[in-house]
């Protein structure tokens, strides 16, 4: 019962923020909310929807379709009116998250947003003329790092950790359980004190400073902040055990991990990417895995779903886990199994 309050609650959050036309086109079918993942509006274009983790047009019965000519044609008029809802009839009131090309709205979703980018002394001051919209549902998976956890923990600590996956194949999701289960403990070990930098409001989600989504009793956020700074704020205020961050990357996210380092701290982080062969040909993030910084490696994979656990290495590049059907393919993964063997 909890599971079906919770969809439905799902389809409020959404429903209501979309077009008396769209509402009317999700409203004649029955869609399943726990499995529908984007909504994608683009002026004078077909109406489509990631769903189940795959692409369909929409047609203007609610009919989900693979043809475009059947799909139902986004008007101005939808692009209008969504925005009006979004933003409580005052898109003005949102400039600052609008600058970073999103709003989040309540029950954590995220909806991008595309147009003309207005520009003031080379810094981006607004976007006018708004003719995209990606509306990103937030979904919660609990319990699904339950695999990777003994993996990552040691004693009452955690290894520092990096999740490298494609995009879209479910790293967010995985770091969020991790945080919740690491910040609230479970037998054998005791909670610890978490402060995340959610640059893009995606792991907690917070709607006016309030998480929408669970990431557990001793976690702390930072919403909207950029991860070199966020990642220092926290060392200095909150006292953290584990500092967590999405999507690292830039020279200032590498210098800021060594500040995490070097102050005792635990580090959770996630990077794009395919495999740790991937991460070595970017220069700030081969820094990291040459020196060793991060002692475990969490690989991601879709090809059955999301969040499937692909492989898990240690700071070694030895293999610690692999899927039953995985296949040791780059250069870099080879070079471990061998070193294993040897």
Not at 227 to 234: Q, W
Not at 269 to 282: L, P
Request: aromatic letters at 8%; a positive charge.
């Amino acid at each position: 019962m909890r599971w079906i309050s919770l969809e439905k609650s799902r389809e409020n959050e959404i429903l209501k923020i979309l077009s008396v036309a769209l509402r009317r086109i999700f409203s004649s079918e029955i869609y399943d909310y726990n499995k529908l993942q984007e909504i994608r509006l683009r002026m004078n274009e077909p109406l489509i929807v990631i769903y189940d983790n795959r692409e369909y047009f929409v047609t203007e019965k609610g009919k989900r379709t693979t043809e475009c000519k059947k799909a139902y044609m986004v008007a101005p008029a939808d692009i209008r009116e969504t925005l009006e809802y979004i933003s409580n009839y005052s898109l003005y009131a949102y400039e600052d998250e609008i600058r970073q090309g999103f709003i989040t709205i309540q029950g954590g979703h995220r909806v991008g947003l595309a147009g003309k980018v207005i520009l003031e002394s080379g810094m981006i001051k607004s976007v006018r003329h708004i003719s995209f919209i990606n509306i990103r549902l937030s979904h919660q998976v609990k319990g699904c790092c339950k695999k990777v956890l003994p993996y990552i923990i040691n004693g009452n600590e955690t290894f520092h950790t990096l999740i490298i996956s494609p995009p879209r194949c479910g790293k967010t999701t995985l770091l969020r359980d991790m945080i919740r289960m690491l910040s609230d403990g479970f037998p054998g070990f005791k909670g610890n004190t978490i402060g995340v930098v959610d640059e893009r409001s995606e792991i907690g989600a917070c709607y006016k400073g309030v998480p929408q989504n669970d990431i557990g009793i001793r976690t702390d956020i930072l919403d909207c902040c950029p991860k070199s700074y966020g990642m220092l704020m926290l060392l200095r205020s909150m006292s953290p055990q584990i500092i967590a961050v999405d999507e690292i990357g830039s020279r200032d996210d590498i210098d800021a991990i060594y500040s995490v380092i070097n102050c005792g701290c635990k580090l959770i982080a996630t990077v794009h990417g395919n495999s740790i062969d991937d991460i070595r040909n970017r220069p700030g993030l081969r820094k990291l895995v040459d020196e060793r910084v991060f002692e475990r490696y969490i690989v991601l994979s879709n090809r059955k779903r999301t969040g499937e656990i692909r492989t898990i290495f240690d700071d070694r590049g030895s293999v610690l886990f692999m899927a039953k059907d995985e296949r040791l393919t780059s250069a870099y993964e080879n070079e471990a199994a061998v070193a294993e063997l040897s």
